[in-house]
């Protein structure tokens, strides 16, 4: 069995995931997250792409319903004994099936919560989730439920989170040994993915983002690549990861001299960048990150070249995306606490000049405030 926490951990993460069903006076939890999924159990797969759940039920009864191709994979990475396979063939209802394991359980009637926020619960599925489980039992949306236990990371979590920051740093030391005028782009990726994999990390949730020229003012990947020219500016959005768990960075090179317009777009995102740091400490909002961050662009006169969220909490999240729950944004209410772990990015887009300019980390919050997790310094540098 390859678990990657103790099973004493896996089962103080369950009580207390039961104790939050029952203080919402729910009887049971269906799981369409694989992140939730392998927080409770370890249970490791991709194939929450077709349909799969995990129910709990508040007097910690644990079903897992997956595809055949699964069944081995959750032997060997969960802690889950009860694996029960709903069959492909033409006109598969798995949700019905999903019905007839729960009335098993003693489901009818109940009260449970439904991860319906889920990539892996598509509209079509839900449908039929919905349709299938219609008079059997009341539904709940519960999609926050696990996601605010996730936040704040054990001692063993934050172990992973800092080994995954420092091969974050490793793939930028790759992307700087490959970077220069004429460079290539997939040369450069593939730099900093080997860097990644022989420290023994795992694939990201998402692509890296990589763009030069043009396409360094792209917030997303996009197919092709190209050569760098002697002059021009690359971005790139990147993850270490280790364990599922990811720590994130973002800078953008100037290739070539570096002009004035590159280092005053630096500078407000540095700034910025500090600002958000001072805001990020127990007790605040998690929307003073983003105002910290608004107020410094604003004023340095970039508020049309800002976006309107400057981050997100990290930790182990499954394709497509690396991006947890919160997110920094104006208003946010969530509160923030010691062992949350956030990205904090900071993104200039100049269309008009075609000009950009970003810069991230990844941050532990502490009793004292945040703790950069990464050991590249904050600072300009070209190639």
Not at 24 to 44: A, I, K, N, P, V
Not at 303 to 315: F, S, W
Request: proline share 4%; hydrophobic share 45%; aromatic share 10%.
């Amino acid at each position: 069995m390859a678990l990657h926490f103790t099973k004493e951990e896996f089962e103080a993460r369950r009580h207390r995931t039961c104790a939050a069903l029952a203080a919402r006076g729910l009887d049971g939890l269906l799981m369409f997250r694989q992140e939730s999924m392998y927080w409770l159990t370890g249970y490791d797969s991709f194939g929450f792409t077709f349909f799969q759940c995990l129910y709990l039920g508040v007097d910690d009864t644990i079903m897992l319903m997956t595809r055949a191709p699964d069944l081995r994979q959750a032997r060997h990475t969960s802690l889950v004994t009860d694996i029960r396979i709903w069959e492909d063939r033409d006109g598969a209802d798995p949700a019905r099936q999903l019905r007839d394991h729960l009335e098993s359980l003693g489901c009818q009637g109940k009260r449970l919560g439904v991860e319906w926020a889920s990539h892996g619960l598509t509209a079509a599925n839900g449908k039929l989730l919905d349709a299938a489980l219609d008079g059997f039992c009341a539904l709940d949306d519960a999609s926050d439920l696990v996601a605010r236990l996730r936040l704040v990371k054990s001692p063993a979590e934050m172990a992973f989170v800092r080994r995954a920051a420092e091969l974050a740093d490793d793939a930028w030391e790759a992307a700087l040994g490959e970077a220069g005028p004429h460079a290539d782009e997939g040369a450069i990726l593939a730099a900093m993915h080997n860097a990644i994999f022989r420290g023994g990390g795992d694939y990201p949730a998402n692509p890296f983002i990589i763009g030069s020229g043009d396409d360094a003012l792209l917030c997303r990947y996009k197919a092709g690549r190209r050569r760098l020219s002697a002059r021009d500016q690359l971005t790139l959005e990147w993850a270490g990861v280790y364990r599922q768990y990811h720590a994130a960075m973002m800078r953008t090179l100037p290739i070539g001299p570096v002009g004035d317009d590159h280092q005053a777009m630096f500078a407000a995102c540095a700034e910025a960048l500090m600002a958000c740091r001072e805001a990020l400490r127990p007790g605040g909002r998690v929307g003073d990150v983003f105002d910290a961050h608004a107020r410094v662009l604003d004023e340095a006169g970039y508020r049309e070249h800002r976006l309107n969220a400057c981050g997100y909490a990290l930790g182990t999240m499954y394709a497509p995306s690396w991006m947890d729950w919160p997110m920094f944004y104006h208003g946010n209410p969530v509160e923030l606490a010691p062992g949350m772990v956030f990205f904090v990015h900071i993104i200039l887009m100049d269309s008009t000049a075609g000009r950009a300019m970003t810069l991230g980390e990844t941050y532990e919050v502490r009793a004292d405030g945040a703790r950069p997790l990464s050991r590249t310094p904050i600072e300009l540098v070209s190639r």
